[in-house]
Protein backbone atom coordinates (compact mmCIF):
# COMPACT_ATOMS: atom_id res chain seq x y z
CA UNK A 1 0.00 0.00 0.00
CA UNK A 2 1.76 3.58 -0.73
CA UNK A 3 2.21 5.99 1.60
CA UNK A 4 -0.11 8.56 2.39
CA UNK A 5 0.65 12.24 0.33
CA UNK A 6 1.72 14.52 2.92
CA UNK A 7 0.03 17.83 2.70
CA UNK A 8 0.89 21.24 4.32
CA UNK A 9 -2.76 23.32 4.98
CA UNK A 10 -2.56 27.00 4.76
CA UNK A 11 -6.60 27.54 4.52
CA UNK A 12 -7.72 30.70 5.87
CA UNK A 13 -11.38 31.04 6.45
CA UNK A 14 -14.24 28.81 7.89
CA UNK A 15 -13.48 26.32 5.37
CA UNK A 16 -10.00 25.12 6.61
CA UNK A 17 -11.49 22.88 9.13
CA UNK A 18 -13.33 20.94 6.48
CA UNK A 19 -10.51 20.67 4.63
CA UNK A 20 -8.63 19.47 6.97
CA UNK A 21 -11.18 16.40 7.91
CA UNK A 22 -11.12 15.60 4.49
CA UNK A 23 -7.33 14.99 4.38
CA UNK A 24 -7.61 13.09 7.34
CA UNK A 25 -10.65 10.99 6.66
CA UNK A 26 -10.12 7.20 6.52
CA UNK A 27 -9.10 6.11 2.55
CA UNK A 28 -8.33 9.68 1.48
CA UNK A 29 -4.46 8.77 0.77
CA UNK A 30 -3.12 12.17 2.34
CA UNK A 31 -2.39 13.02 5.83
CA UNK A 32 -2.15 16.79 7.03
CA UNK A 33 1.64 17.29 8.60
CA UNK A 34 1.42 20.61 9.26
CA UNK A 35 -1.34 23.34 9.34
CA UNK A 36 0.19 26.51 8.22
CA UNK A 37 -0.86 30.33 9.32
CA UNK A 38 0.57 32.52 6.67
CA UNK A 39 2.37 32.26 3.56
CA UNK A 40 6.13 32.68 5.74
CA UNK A 41 4.79 29.68 7.74
CA UNK A 42 4.38 27.36 4.64
CA UNK A 43 7.58 28.05 2.79
CA UNK A 44 9.20 27.29 5.82
CA UNK A 45 7.74 23.83 6.47
CA UNK A 46 7.85 23.27 2.56
CA UNK A 47 11.71 23.78 2.63
CA UNK A 48 12.09 21.78 5.46
CA UNK A 49 10.73 18.87 3.23
CA UNK A 50 7.60 18.62 5.69
CA UNK A 51 4.46 18.47 2.63
CA UNK A 52 5.00 17.47 -1.02
CA UNK A 53 1.32 18.65 -1.71
CA UNK A 54 0.77 22.44 -0.49
CA UNK A 55 -3.29 23.02 -0.27
CA UNK A 56 -3.74 26.81 -0.02
CA UNK A 57 -6.78 29.54 -0.15
CA UNK A 58 -5.86 31.43 -3.79
CA UNK A 59 -6.30 34.71 -1.90
CA UNK A 60 -3.97 33.97 0.74
CA UNK A 61 -2.48 37.14 2.20
CA UNK A 62 1.37 36.94 0.58
CA UNK A 63 0.40 34.31 -1.89
CA UNK A 64 1.81 35.29 -5.35
CA UNK A 65 4.17 33.73 -7.98
CA UNK A 66 6.97 34.24 -6.56
CA UNK A 67 5.82 32.18 -3.38
CA UNK A 68 4.00 29.69 -5.91
CA UNK A 69 7.80 29.08 -7.52
CA UNK A 70 9.33 28.69 -3.99
CA UNK A 71 7.53 26.37 -3.51
CA UNK A 72 7.47 24.19 -6.43
CA UNK A 73 11.40 24.86 -5.90
CA UNK A 74 11.29 22.31 -2.49
CA UNK A 75 9.31 19.79 -4.63
CA UNK A 76 5.59 20.88 -2.89
CA UNK A 77 2.49 20.79 -5.82
CA UNK A 78 0.26 23.67 -5.13
CA UNK A 79 -3.52 22.92 -4.85
CA UNK A 80 -5.35 26.17 -4.52
CA UNK A 81 -9.16 26.13 -3.39
CA UNK A 82 -11.23 29.27 -4.79
CA UNK A 83 -14.61 30.75 -5.15
CA UNK A 84 -15.88 31.65 -8.17
CA UNK A 85 -14.21 34.17 -10.82
CA UNK A 86 -11.07 33.34 -9.02
CA UNK A 87 -9.60 30.83 -10.44
CA UNK A 88 -7.64 32.88 -13.41
CA UNK A 89 -5.82 34.55 -11.49
CA UNK A 90 -4.83 31.27 -9.40
CA UNK A 91 -3.80 29.54 -12.68
CA UNK A 92 -1.68 32.63 -13.18
CA UNK A 93 -0.12 31.98 -9.98
CA UNK A 94 1.31 29.23 -11.20
CA UNK A 95 -1.13 26.55 -9.32
CA UNK A 96 -1.32 22.70 -10.18
CA UNK A 97 -5.01 22.85 -9.62
CA UNK A 98 -7.66 25.02 -8.94
CA UNK A 99 -10.70 23.78 -7.45
CA UNK A 100 -13.73 25.21 -5.50
CA UNK A 101 -13.28 23.33 -2.23
CA UNK A 102 -13.15 20.83 0.11
CA UNK A 103 -16.60 19.50 -1.27
CA UNK A 104 -15.50 19.75 -5.10
CA UNK A 105 -15.41 15.66 -6.45
CA UNK A 106 -11.61 16.17 -7.83
CA UNK A 107 -10.32 17.20 -4.14
CA UNK A 108 -8.45 14.12 -3.20
CA UNK A 109 -7.61 13.07 -6.38
CA UNK A 110 -5.76 16.47 -7.22
CA UNK A 111 -4.12 15.68 -4.23
CA UNK A 112 -3.08 12.59 -4.76
CA UNK A 113 -2.02 13.25 -7.66
CA UNK A 114 1.78 12.36 -8.40
CA UNK A 115 2.61 14.01 -11.66
CA UNK A 116 6.20 15.67 -11.83
CA UNK A 117 6.54 19.53 -11.13
CA UNK A 118 6.30 21.71 -14.29
CA UNK A 119 7.10 24.91 -13.39
CA UNK A 120 10.29 26.73 -15.27
CA UNK A 121 10.78 28.49 -11.76
CA UNK A 122 11.34 25.45 -10.08
CA UNK A 123 13.71 23.74 -12.70
CA UNK A 124 15.49 26.70 -13.95
CA UNK A 125 14.73 25.88 -17.45
CA UNK A 126 13.04 27.28 -19.92
CA UNK A 127 14.20 27.16 -22.76
CA UNK A 128 13.34 26.76 -26.99
CA UNK A 129 12.33 23.44 -26.27
CA UNK A 130 9.87 24.33 -23.48
CA UNK A 131 8.34 27.01 -25.37
CA UNK A 132 7.57 24.89 -28.55
CA UNK A 133 5.87 22.37 -26.47
CA UNK A 134 3.52 24.78 -24.69
CA UNK A 135 2.77 26.23 -28.16
CA UNK A 136 4.77 28.97 -28.92
CA UNK A 137 6.37 27.75 -32.02
CA UNK A 138 8.10 30.45 -34.27
CA UNK A 139 5.46 32.27 -36.06
CA UNK A 140 2.50 31.41 -34.16
CA UNK A 141 3.80 33.96 -30.85
CA UNK A 142 6.12 36.95 -30.72
CA UNK A 143 10.03 36.49 -30.12
CA UNK A 144 12.28 37.40 -27.46
CA UNK A 145 15.49 39.03 -28.21
CA UNK A 146 17.91 40.27 -25.08
CA UNK A 147 20.35 42.62 -26.00
CA UNK A 148 23.02 42.28 -23.13
CA UNK A 149 27.10 42.83 -23.07
CA UNK A 150 29.93 43.17 -20.39
CA UNK A 151 30.51 46.63 -18.57
CA UNK A 152 31.89 50.08 -19.99
CA UNK A 153 29.29 51.54 -22.03
CA UNK A 154 29.64 49.45 -24.85
CA UNK A 155 26.10 50.54 -26.12
CA UNK A 156 23.66 48.09 -24.77
CA UNK A 157 20.77 50.81 -24.78
CA UNK A 158 21.51 51.92 -28.24
CA UNK A 159 21.84 49.14 -30.29
CA UNK A 160 18.07 48.02 -28.00
CA UNK A 161 16.49 51.45 -29.34
CA UNK A 162 17.63 51.16 -32.91
CA UNK A 163 16.97 47.53 -33.18
CA UNK A 164 13.63 48.14 -31.96
CA UNK A 165 13.30 50.60 -34.07
CA UNK A 166 14.27 48.64 -37.22
CA UNK A 167 12.21 46.05 -36.40
CA UNK A 168 9.11 48.52 -35.95
CA UNK A 169 10.09 49.86 -39.48
CA UNK A 170 10.40 52.89 -38.19
CA UNK A 171 11.79 55.96 -40.07
CA UNK A 172 12.82 56.16 -44.20
CA UNK A 173 14.19 52.74 -45.98
CA UNK A 174 17.84 52.68 -44.74
CA UNK A 175 20.69 53.47 -47.60
CA UNK A 176 22.57 50.79 -49.49
CA UNK A 177 25.57 51.36 -51.60
CA UNK A 178 25.67 55.18 -51.57
CA UNK A 179 21.80 55.78 -51.92
CA UNK A 180 18.41 55.14 -50.69
CA UNK A 181 16.75 51.68 -50.94
CA UNK A 182 13.45 51.63 -52.27
CA UNK A 183 11.10 51.13 -49.85
CA UNK A 184 8.80 48.38 -51.21
CA UNK A 185 11.89 46.41 -51.16
CA UNK A 186 12.24 46.84 -46.65
CA UNK A 187 10.96 44.65 -44.89
CA UNK A 188 7.32 45.87 -43.06
CA UNK A 189 7.71 46.84 -39.76
CA UNK A 190 6.28 44.74 -37.24
CA UNK A 191 4.83 45.62 -33.50
CA UNK A 192 7.39 45.76 -31.64
CA UNK A 193 7.76 46.27 -27.44
CA UNK A 194 11.30 47.66 -26.25
CA UNK A 195 11.59 46.52 -22.34
CA UNK A 196 14.03 48.31 -20.46
CA UNK A 197 15.20 45.80 -17.53
CA UNK A 198 18.63 47.32 -16.85
CA UNK A 199 18.83 47.17 -12.94
CA UNK A 200 21.69 49.22 -12.77
CA UNK A 201 21.30 52.32 -15.22
CA UNK A 202 18.07 51.95 -16.39
CA UNK A 203 17.82 55.08 -19.01
CA UNK A 204 15.31 54.11 -21.75
CA UNK A 205 12.64 56.77 -20.45
CA UNK A 206 15.20 59.68 -20.82
CA UNK A 207 16.95 58.13 -24.61
CA UNK A 208 13.42 58.31 -25.74
CA UNK A 209 12.18 61.63 -23.93
CA UNK A 210 9.59 60.38 -22.27
CA UNK A 211 8.31 60.65 -18.28
CA UNK A 212 11.08 58.84 -16.24
CA UNK A 213 8.14 58.20 -13.40
CA UNK A 214 6.43 56.60 -15.90
CA UNK A 215 5.64 52.81 -13.60
CA UNK A 216 6.67 50.49 -16.92
CA UNK A 217 8.66 47.48 -16.05
CA UNK A 218 7.79 48.06 -11.84
CA UNK A 219 4.53 48.14 -12.17
CA UNK A 220 4.02 45.11 -15.16
CA UNK A 221 6.09 43.05 -13.25
CA UNK A 222 3.73 43.76 -9.51
CA UNK A 223 0.91 42.69 -11.90
CA UNK A 224 2.60 39.69 -12.57
CA UNK A 225 3.52 38.71 -9.26
CA UNK A 226 -0.14 39.19 -8.77
CA UNK A 227 -1.74 36.90 -10.85
CA UNK A 228 -3.36 39.51 -12.62
CA UNK A 229 -1.05 40.71 -15.79
CA UNK A 230 -3.18 40.31 -18.78
CA UNK A 231 -2.78 41.53 -22.41
CA UNK A 232 -4.77 44.68 -21.63
CA UNK A 233 -2.90 45.76 -18.57
CA UNK A 234 0.78 45.09 -20.15
CA UNK A 235 -0.22 47.49 -22.88
CA UNK A 236 -1.39 50.00 -20.78
CA UNK A 237 1.95 50.05 -19.16
CA UNK A 238 3.95 50.54 -22.45
CA UNK A 239 2.46 52.96 -24.49
CA UNK A 240 3.37 53.46 -27.89
CA UNK A 241 6.33 55.91 -28.44
CA UNK A 242 6.15 55.88 -32.56
CA UNK A 243 4.48 53.99 -35.27
CA UNK A 244 4.25 49.98 -34.04
CA UNK A 245 7.14 50.94 -30.89
CA UNK A 246 5.97 49.88 -27.56
CA UNK A 247 7.97 50.96 -24.66
CA UNK A 248 8.06 48.97 -21.18
CA UNK A 249 10.24 51.81 -19.44
CA UNK A 250 12.33 50.87 -16.67
CA UNK A 251 12.58 51.61 -13.33
CA UNK A 252 13.87 55.18 -12.01
CA UNK A 253 16.56 54.47 -9.30
CA UNK A 254 18.52 51.62 -8.87
CA UNK A 255 17.85 51.16 -5.72
CA UNK A 256 14.19 49.74 -6.63
CA UNK A 257 15.94 46.80 -8.24
CA UNK A 258 14.46 44.25 -5.46
CA UNK A 259 10.54 45.02 -7.48
CA UNK A 260 11.65 43.23 -10.66
CA UNK A 261 12.14 39.51 -9.21
CA UNK A 262 13.16 37.36 -11.96
CA UNK A 263 10.02 35.42 -11.70
CA UNK A 264 7.72 38.57 -12.43
CA UNK A 265 9.76 39.46 -15.40
CA UNK A 266 9.24 35.85 -16.68
CA UNK A 267 5.88 35.96 -17.08
CA UNK A 268 6.15 39.73 -18.52
CA UNK A 269 8.37 38.24 -21.07
CA UNK A 270 5.66 35.54 -22.16
CA UNK A 271 2.69 37.70 -22.03
CA UNK A 272 4.94 40.20 -24.50
CA UNK A 273 4.87 37.52 -27.24
CA UNK A 274 1.33 37.90 -27.28
CA UNK A 275 1.33 41.60 -27.55
CA UNK A 276 4.31 42.28 -29.59
CA UNK A 277 5.77 40.59 -32.53
CA UNK A 278 9.56 41.68 -31.34
CA UNK A 279 10.50 41.89 -27.69
CA UNK A 280 13.56 43.58 -27.11
CA UNK A 281 15.01 43.61 -23.68
CA UNK A 282 17.69 45.95 -22.61
CA UNK A 283 19.47 43.44 -20.02
CA UNK A 284 22.39 45.00 -17.22
CA UNK A 285 26.04 44.57 -17.67
CA UNK A 286 26.05 41.63 -14.87
CA UNK A 287 25.06 37.94 -15.27
CA UNK A 288 26.16 36.63 -11.41
CA UNK A 289 24.47 35.18 -8.92
CA UNK A 290 25.16 35.85 -5.66
CA UNK A 291 26.37 32.90 -3.90
CA UNK A 292 25.98 34.11 -0.33
CA UNK A 293 22.01 34.56 -1.10
CA UNK A 294 21.70 31.25 -2.99
CA UNK A 295 22.67 29.39 0.55
CA UNK A 296 19.66 28.66 3.42
CA UNK A 297 17.80 32.10 1.91
CA UNK A 298 15.41 33.27 -0.94
CA UNK A 299 16.45 36.61 -0.74
CA UNK A 300 16.06 38.20 -4.09
CA UNK A 301 18.54 38.45 -6.55
CA UNK A 302 20.20 41.53 -8.15
CA UNK A 303 20.28 40.19 -11.52
CA UNK A 304 17.65 38.06 -11.43
CA UNK A 305 15.87 40.68 -14.41
CA UNK A 306 18.84 39.82 -16.73
CA UNK A 307 18.43 36.23 -16.44
CA UNK A 308 15.08 36.18 -16.60
CA UNK A 309 15.16 37.96 -19.72
CA UNK A 310 18.30 36.27 -20.93
CA UNK A 311 16.65 32.60 -20.03
CA UNK A 312 14.14 33.31 -22.37
CA UNK A 313 15.70 35.10 -25.48
CA UNK A 314 15.33 33.44 -28.97
CA UNK A 315 18.12 35.99 -29.88
CA UNK A 316 20.77 36.98 -27.47
CA UNK A 317 22.25 40.31 -29.02
CA UNK A 318 25.80 40.87 -27.21
CA UNK A 319 27.11 43.95 -27.69
CA UNK A 320 30.84 45.05 -27.30
CA UNK A 321 32.93 48.18 -28.02
CA UNK A 322 35.37 48.09 -30.90
CA UNK A 323 38.08 49.47 -29.56
CA UNK A 324 41.37 47.30 -27.35
CA UNK A 325 39.80 47.53 -24.05
CA UNK A 326 36.03 46.79 -25.06
CA UNK A 327 37.03 43.80 -27.20
CA UNK A 328 38.98 42.16 -23.70
CA UNK A 329 35.67 43.25 -22.39
CA UNK A 330 33.92 41.49 -25.09
CA UNK A 331 36.22 38.25 -25.20
CA UNK A 332 35.90 37.90 -21.26
CA UNK A 333 31.72 38.69 -21.20
CA UNK A 334 31.31 35.86 -23.93
CA UNK A 335 32.66 33.17 -21.34
CA UNK A 336 30.66 34.55 -18.16
CA UNK A 337 27.85 34.18 -20.62
CA UNK A 338 28.65 30.48 -21.19
CA UNK A 339 28.72 29.80 -17.54
CA UNK A 340 25.67 32.15 -16.50
CA UNK A 341 24.04 30.40 -13.87
CA UNK A 342 20.63 29.82 -15.60
CA UNK A 343 20.22 27.81 -19.52
CA UNK A 344 20.86 30.39 -22.29
CA UNK A 345 19.50 28.52 -25.34
CA UNK A 346 18.69 31.82 -28.03
CA UNK A 347 20.85 32.47 -31.06
CA UNK A 348 23.88 34.80 -30.23
CA UNK A 349 25.09 37.62 -32.58
CA UNK A 350 28.01 39.42 -31.75
CA UNK A 351 27.74 43.12 -32.34
CA UNK A 352 31.13 45.59 -32.14
CA UNK A 353 29.41 48.80 -32.02
CA UNK A 354 31.19 51.96 -32.68
CA UNK A 355 33.78 50.47 -35.19
CA UNK A 356 36.39 53.05 -35.97
CA UNK A 357 40.04 53.54 -37.92
CA UNK A 358 41.15 55.74 -34.69
CA UNK A 359 40.69 53.16 -32.67
CA UNK A 360 41.67 50.37 -34.17
CA UNK A 361 44.02 51.35 -36.92
CA UNK A 362 43.02 51.04 -40.97
CA UNK A 363 39.92 48.46 -42.24
CA UNK A 364 38.68 48.58 -38.84
CA UNK A 365 35.81 46.06 -38.99
CA UNK A 366 38.62 43.72 -40.62
CA UNK A 367 40.70 44.33 -37.65
CA UNK A 368 37.93 44.17 -35.42
CA UNK A 369 36.48 40.64 -36.80
CA UNK A 370 39.92 39.04 -36.93
CA UNK A 371 40.63 40.04 -32.90
CA UNK A 372 37.38 38.31 -32.01
CA UNK A 373 38.39 35.66 -34.22
CA UNK A 374 41.07 35.20 -32.80
CA UNK A 375 41.12 35.49 -28.82
CA UNK A 376 37.12 34.64 -29.23
CA UNK A 377 36.39 31.75 -31.43
CA UNK A 378 33.56 34.45 -33.24
CA UNK A 379 33.41 33.72 -36.59
CA UNK A 380 30.71 36.28 -37.38
CA UNK A 381 30.73 39.60 -35.99
CA UNK A 382 28.08 42.73 -37.25
CA UNK A 383 30.11 45.91 -37.33
CA UNK A 384 28.24 49.21 -36.26
CA UNK A 385 30.27 52.11 -37.76
CA UNK A 386 30.73 54.71 -35.22
CA UNK A 387 29.00 58.30 -35.98
CA UNK A 388 29.31 60.30 -32.68
CA UNK A 389 27.65 63.31 -34.31
CA UNK A 390 24.71 61.65 -35.62
CA UNK A 391 23.96 59.54 -32.39
CA UNK A 392 24.34 62.28 -29.84
CA UNK A 393 21.41 64.60 -32.23
CA UNK A 394 19.27 61.51 -31.81
CA UNK A 395 19.24 61.52 -28.30
CA UNK A 396 19.39 65.26 -27.73
CA UNK A 397 16.29 65.03 -29.86
CA UNK A 398 14.68 61.81 -27.85
CA UNK A 399 14.25 60.08 -30.91
CA UNK A 400 15.91 56.90 -33.12
CA UNK A 401 18.19 57.32 -35.54
CA UNK A 402 15.89 56.07 -38.11
CA UNK A 403 13.48 59.11 -37.45
CA UNK A 404 16.45 61.62 -36.75
CA UNK A 405 19.44 61.22 -38.45
CA UNK A 406 18.45 57.82 -41.42
CA UNK A 407 21.31 58.33 -43.36
CA UNK A 408 23.48 57.92 -40.89
CA UNK A 409 26.46 54.97 -41.32
CA UNK A 410 25.87 53.93 -37.81
CA UNK A 411 22.24 53.25 -38.68
CA UNK A 412 22.97 51.52 -41.41
CA UNK A 413 24.64 49.19 -39.36
CA UNK A 414 21.70 48.34 -37.22
CA UNK A 415 19.36 48.05 -39.59
CA UNK A 416 21.35 45.56 -40.98
CA UNK A 417 21.59 43.71 -37.85
CA UNK A 418 17.78 43.84 -37.62
CA UNK A 419 17.85 42.06 -41.08
CA UNK A 420 20.23 39.40 -39.64
CA UNK A 421 17.67 39.04 -36.68
CA UNK A 422 14.92 38.38 -38.55
CA UNK A 423 16.55 35.79 -40.88
CA UNK A 424 17.66 33.77 -37.81
CA UNK A 425 13.64 33.17 -36.75
CA UNK A 426 12.29 32.98 -40.15
Request: some cysteine; proline content about 7%; overall charge negative.
Amino acid sequence: MAAPVTVLCAVDGPEEPDVVVALGAPGSGATVTRRCGDVAELLAAAAAGAGTVAVVTADLVGLDREAVGRLHAAGTRVVALTHAGGADRAEALGADAVLTGPGDPGFLDAVRDTAPIDDPLATGELDLATLERDGATPGRRGEVVAVWGPVGAPGRSTTAVELAAELAGIGAAPRRRGRRRATSGRPPGETTLLVDADTYGSCLAARLGLLDDAPGLAAAARAASQGSLDLATLARHSPVVAGRLRVLTGITRASRWPELPASAVEVVLERARDLARWTVVDCGPLVEADELLMYDTHAPQRNGATLAALQAADVVVVVGAADPIGIQRLVRALEDLGEAPVPVAGRRVVVANRVRSTAVGPDPAAAVAAALARYGGVTDVHPVPDDAAACDAAVLAGRSLAEHAPSSSARDGFAALAGHVRDLVA
